[in-house]
């Protein structure tokens, strides 16, 4: 029988602590530090005009909320802390998205001063890990943008206040790749630039300056074991910032999250450590500690990073309803609705879902009240059915391809099940060469086209997860008039990626949607497949 397993690999107090100090900058350390004089501002206009004055337009921000762990759960009033900068007079900064995101509240503190000032985010990008927020008060001095060419080679100082300490400091180092991959588990940009400059957790969302105290990019990421740091590019970065500015949030829909992965690879998504009030999230119901698996029918953060989330929102505008499902951890949930649209809601049960008022299965039939377990030959596949499905044969089948098939097929008659439509029964096979016929949904693709369903209406096509395999089910009523058929292609969560799952099932009555519910709870891969 299957078991629930582990979905992800424990996510440890300390890895959360770390994410919100600095969620993506890995300790760094070692590196020269720039002598940091007191601050010097040019002109009557505020603006720095020297490396001197980068300081007094720097800032350290903490951000103070609730934040879940899917293994510890709630930890409230967690306070993180990371860096920004001020580019206007009035008290516009800029900081990372995950320095601020889902965060209660926002003390900032400018240029190394004791007392905090209070601040409100004006708009966040979850993709390009960007935010822009409003200090209380005006007349700051603020920093201008690099207007030359960002070139490998140039001299960079990165600005900021790393480890939550309230020092000031100035890291010196070049620019070692202008045009570097931007794609990684907490954000999406199409390039970032590379730089050598020794940064720590904390330093997220401080600037990259010139020798002239001028922004080159906004530092978000850091590797100790590299020795590298990375900083969204000033040519990437503003054209964000300048629509965050207006208080647009861009391609976000409220979340402070970063993909997961499980240890083999095969379970993945954004988990959500905390969701803005009042954003699409936390309308349709995201909850901290959620895993978004799909966005539009799209599974997201197979790759490890964000790419295919951030697509699916940079496809759409903000306020397009999109379907989206997540994983509950912490009640195994998995539960599915919309964006600007259908709230979440638990996913069905078979029982209760499959077939309409209209169905051939209103008839309620004799429920079953004993089940047993059936193999295969090999002793490789497993699953429960009626005791009165009596008849059963576990004969291997070849595939497509030359693939071979354990297979479990069990019926009160088998002949009668796969000649007519009056007996239920069910088909069960597994193969270890997915190559050899292809993923889940071409699977399901090809069966649409067996003759033996034009006998049938197609209900629709739903989404299939049980927590130990995913995949996707075909629901056909009005077979022959008498009968439901159900088609599922399903993948193990945890397991080798080469296998494929195959379950057919002929449901003539009530009682036959108990056993199906009673079958697709139960098969399972219990041996070596041949």
Same mark, same amino acid.
């Given at each position: 029988?299957?078991?629930?397993?582990?979905?992800?690999?424990?996510?440890?107090?300390? #890895?959360?602590?770390?994410?919100?100090?600095?969620?993506?900058?890995?300790?760094?350390?070692?590196?020269?530090?720039?002598? =940091?004089?007191?601050?010097?501002?040019?002109?009557?206009?505020? #603006?720095?005009?020297?490396?001197?004055?980068?300081?007094?337009?720097?800032?350290?921000?903490?951000?103070?909320?609730? %934040?879940?762990?899917?293994? %510890?759960?709630?930890?409230?009033?967690?306070?993180?802390?990371?860096?920004?900068?001020?580019?206007?007079?009035?008290?516009?900064?800029?900081?990372?998205?995950?320095?601020?995101?889902?965060? @209660?509240?926002?003390?900032?503190?400018?240029?190394?001063?004791?007392?905090?000032?209070?601040?409100?985010?004006?708009?966040?990008?979850? !993709?390009?890990?960007?935010?822009?927020?409003?200090?209380?008060?005006?007349?700051?001095?603020?920093?201008?943008?690099?207007?030359?060419?960002?070139?490998?080679?140039?001299?960079?100082? #990165?600005?900021?206040?790393?480890?939550?300490?309230?020092?000031?400091?100035?890291?010196?180092?070049?620019?070692?790749?202008?045009?570097?991959?931007?794609?990684?588990?907490?954000?999406?940009?199409?390039?970032?630039?590379?730089?050598?400059?020794?940064?720590?957790?904390?330093?997220?969302?401080?600037?990259?300056?010139?020798?002239?105290?001028?922004?080159?990019?906004?530092?978000?990421? $850091?590797?100790?074991?590299?020795?590298?740091?990375?900083?969204?590019?000033?040519?990437?970065?503003?054209?964000?910032?300048?629509?965050?500015?207006?208080?647009?949030?861009?391609?976000?829909?409220?979340?402070?999250?970063?993909?997961? +992965?499980?240890?083999?690879?095969?379970?993945?998504?954004?988990?959500?450590?905390?969701?803005?009030?009042?954003?699409?999230?936390?309308? #349709?119901?995201?909850?901290?500690?959620?895993?978004? =698996?799909?966005?539009? $029918?799209?599974?997201?953060?197979?790759?490890?990073?964000?790419?295919?989330?951030?697509?699916?929102?940079?496809?759409?505008?903000?306020?397009?309803?999109? @379907?989206?499902?997540?994983?509950?951890?912490?009640?195994?949930?998995?539960?599915?609705?919309?964006?600007?649209?259908?709230?979440?809601?638990?996913? @069905?049960?078979?029982?209760?879902?499959?077939?309409?008022?209209?169905?051939?299965?209103?008839?309620? $039939?004799?429920?079953?009240?004993?089940?047993?377990?059936?193999?295969?030959?090999?002793?490789?596949?497993? +699953?429960?059915?009626?005791?009165?499905?009596?008849?059963?044969?576990?004969?291997?089948?070849?595939?497509?391809?030359?693939?071979? %098939?354990?297979?479990?097929?069990?019926?009160?008659?088998?002949?009668?099940?796969?000649?007519?439509?009056?007996?239920? $029964?069910?088909?069960?096979?597994?193969?270890?060469?997915?190559?050899?016929?292809?993923?889940?949904?071409? +699977?399901?693709?090809?069966?649409?086209?067996?003759?033996?369903?034009?006998?049938? =209406?197609?209900?629709?096509?739903?989404?299939?997860?049980?927590?130990?395999?995913?995949?996707? %089910?075909?629901?056909? =009523?009005? !077979?022959?008039?008498?009968?439901?058929?159900?088609?599922?292609?399903?993948?193990?969560?945890?397991?080798?990626?080469?296998?494929?799952?195959?379950?057919?099932?002929?449901?003539?009555?009530?009682?036959?949607?108990?056993?199906?519910?009673?079958?697709?709870?139960?098969?399972?891969?219990?041996?070596?497949?041949?």
């Amino acid at each position: 029988m299957k078991t629930r397993r582990p979905l992800l690999a424990p996510l440890s107090l300390a #890895a959360l602590s770390l994410l919100l100090a600095s969620l993506a900058c890995g300790p760094t350390g070692g590196g020269t530090v720039a002598p =940091t004089p007191e601050p010097q501002t040019g002109g009557g206009s505020g #603006a720095v005009s020297s490396l001197d004055g980068v300081k007094s337009a720097t800032i350290q921000i903490e951000a103070q909320g609730t %934040f879940i762990d899917p293994e %510890f759960g709630m930890i409230a009033n967690a306070a993180g802390r990371g860096s920004g900068f001020i580019i206007d007079p009035s008290g516009i900064a800029v900081t990372n998205n995950h320095v601020v995101a889902g965060s @209660a509240l926002l003390r900032v503190y400018v240029g190394g001063e004791d007392e905090a000032k209070n601040a409100t985010i004006l708009g966040v990008s979850e !993709c390009s890990d960007l935010a822009v927020i409003d200090l209380e008060g005006d007349g700051y001095p603020y920093l201008d943008w690099f207007d030359g060419d960002i070139d490998t080679g140039l001299p960079i100082y #990165a600005a900021g206040f790393p480890l939550g300490d309230p020092e000031y400091t100035l890291l010196e180092g070049i620019v070692a790749k202008a045009r570097a991959g931007g794609e990684t588990r907490w954000a999406s940009d199409d390039y970032v630039i590379e730089h050598t400059a020794d940064t720590n957790p904390g330093n997220s969302g401080g600037p990259i300056v010139t020798e002239d105290g001028q922004i080159v990019g906004v530092h978000y990421a $850091g590797n100790a074991q590299t020795r590298q740091a990375w900083a969204i590019s000033r040519d990437e970065a503003l054209p964000v910032i300048e629509r965050l500015q207006d208080g647009r949030d861009v391609d976000s829909i409220g979340v402070n999250g970063e993909v997961v +992965m499980s240890e083999d690879g095969s379970l993945y998504g954004v988990w959500v450590a905390a969701v803005t009030s009042g954003s699409p999230a936390d309308e #349709a119901g995201v909850r901290g500690g959620d895993i978004i =698996t799909s966005l539009e $029918g799209l599974y997201v953060g197979s790759d490890g990073t964000m790419a295919d989330y951030c697509d699916v929102l940079r496809s759409h505008d903000a306020s397009d309803t999109l @379907a989206i499902e997540v994983l509950r951890y912490s009640s195994g949930e998995v539960l599915a609705g919309q964006l600007n649209g259908r709230p979440l809601e638990t996913a @069905a049960t078979f029982a209760t879902d499959l077939g309409g008022d209209d169905a051939a299965t209103s008839d309620q $039939g004799q429920a079953y009240t004993e089940y047993v377990a059936v193999q295969d030959d090999y002793g490789a596949i497993q +699953m429960e059915v009626p005791t009165s499905w009596a008849e059963v044969d576990g004969a291997p089948e070849e595939g497509p391809n030359g693939s071979v %098939f354990s297979s479990i097929w069990a019926a009160p008659n088998l002949q009668e099940f796969i000649n007519t439509w009056g007996v239920p $029964g069910v088909k069960f096979q597994v193969t270890g060469e997915k190559e050899k016929v292809g993923g889940h949904i071409q +699977m399901l693709e090809v069966t649409r086209s067996y003759p033996f369903l034009s006998a049938c =209406t197609l209900d629709d096509r739903y989404d299939y997860n049980d927590g130990v395999y995913r995949g996707a %089910f075909d629901y056909y =009523t009005r !077979c022959g008039g008498t009968a439901d058929y159900l088609i599922l292609a399903a993948v193990p969560i945890q397991a080798n990626s080469d296998v494929l799952v195959f379950v057919q099932i002929q449901i003539v009555s009530q009682a036959d949607l108990d056993a199906a519910q009673r079958i697709l709870d139960t098969f399972n891969i219990v041996g070596s497949l041949p």
